[in-house]
């Protein structure tokens, strides 16, 4: 505003204040763009977190749609010789039923891996592979990275993501190069 008695620097300050506010505004607007761009895969990340909690409760294993050729199974928990073989029959059966080409099983929730569980999955990456399917294991921690690595565990074949967002982002990367 101009002050009564219309000062240049009173002009000059509000200006630069204007500009200040609308530099915050662009800024705040780039920053929504790009959270609204990666809403989906925080979304999805968010609803697999919230149906986790719901597995690890009942003790069951799911197999989900993310798209119409990936899909997540999360587990949580401790998997024991039982577990392992409900985990492999749902797998096979989902990766079948859906033509999934790409199948992410993330262990973030496993809290220990021992032989047997490292074989199951091991067995579980080479049956969906008969199946035509590629496995990504995602979420695996530092201690069963360690342990893994000290069975001799051969992951060969089985594509390897730090957590479930980043096997999903490289599944949405895979898919659009197609």
């Known amino acids: 505003m101009i002050q009564q008695n219309g000062t240049t620097d009173t002009l000059i300050e509000e200006n630069r204040s204007l500009h200040q ?3 915050v505004l662009e800024h705040e607007r ?10 989906p895969v925080f979304l999805y990340v ?14 069951l294993a799911d197999l989900l749609g993310y798209t ?3 899909v997540v199974m999360p587990l949580i928990g401790t998997i ?10 749902t797998l096979l059966d989902g990766v079948a039923r859906q033509q999934a080409d ?11 891996v021992d032989t047997q569980v490292a074989q199951a999955f091991v067995q579980a990456a080479q ?30 074949g089985i594509i390897t993501q730090s957590s479930l967002q980043a096997g999903i982002a490289y599944a949405l990367r895979e898919q659009h190069r197609r």
């Open 80 to 89: 024991d010789s039982g577990r392992a073989k409900q985990v492999m029959e």
């Open 127 to 156: 049956a969906v592979r008969l199946l035509g399917s590629q496995v990504m294991l995602t979420g695996i921690q530092p201690q069963i990275a360690q342990t893994l690595v000290h069975l001799g565990v051969d992951l060969h």
């Open 102 to 112: 790409l199948v992410i099983l993330d262990i973030t929730g496993v809290a220990v």
């Open 46 to 59: 968010f609803d697999l977190v919230e149906q986790r909690t719901i597995f690890a409760n009942s003790g």
């Open 30 to 39: 780039h920053t929504i763009q790009q959270m609204v761009h990666s809403a």
């Open 68 to 70: 119409d050729t990936t």
């Open 21 to 23: 506010r609308v530099a």
